[in-house]
């Protein structure tokens, strides 16, 4: 299986959009869960959204009504749709993949065992 790379962070203005990438290889075929986290450094880390293998989505509480997971398994990619972009929403995004055991992707963030690198999410006010 192939390494999660993230991309499609930067600087936005509060109210605006962002299209995040994870570049999932392998892991958009095999892994039971795919999900998104955020984290501000110092603090916890947030689970935005996941998706299993079978296409069912979830959505954490924090960015629920703002954001949309998506799977292209042509192009090996998992991507964040990110709208109405608040100060608050500021942090690093990251992707992460379970293994193919059946579980919750809700339930526990300790089921994904490989991490991409992140992609820094700034917005103004």
């Known amino acids: 299986q192939e390494p999660l790379v993230e991309s499609g962070g930067g600087s936005v203005q509060a109210g605006g959009s962002l299209r995040l990438s994870c570049a999932a290889g392998?892991?958009?075929?095999?892994?039971?869960?795919l999900a998104w986290f955020r984290q501000v450094p110092g603090k916890r880390r947030e689970q935005i959204a996941d998706?299993?293998?079978?296409?069912?989505?979830g959505y954490g509480d924090a960015m629920k009504g703002r954001v949309r997971l998506s799977r292209d398994k042509a192009n090996n990619i998992l991507y964040l749709e990110i709208d109405g972009l608040k100060p608050e929403d500021t942090a690093v995004y990251y992707c992460?993949?379970?293994?193919?055991?059946?579980?919750?992707?809700?339930?526990?963030?300790?089921?994904?065992?490989?991490w991409g690198q992140g992609t820094q999410v700034s917005v103004s006010s």
């Open positions: 998706i299993n293998k079978y296409g069912v989505t």
């Open positions: 992460a993949a379970s293994d193919t055991t059946f579980r919750d992707c809700s339930g526990d963030e300790s089921i994904f065992a490989l």
């Open positions: 392998g892991y958009i075929y095999s892994s039971y869960c």
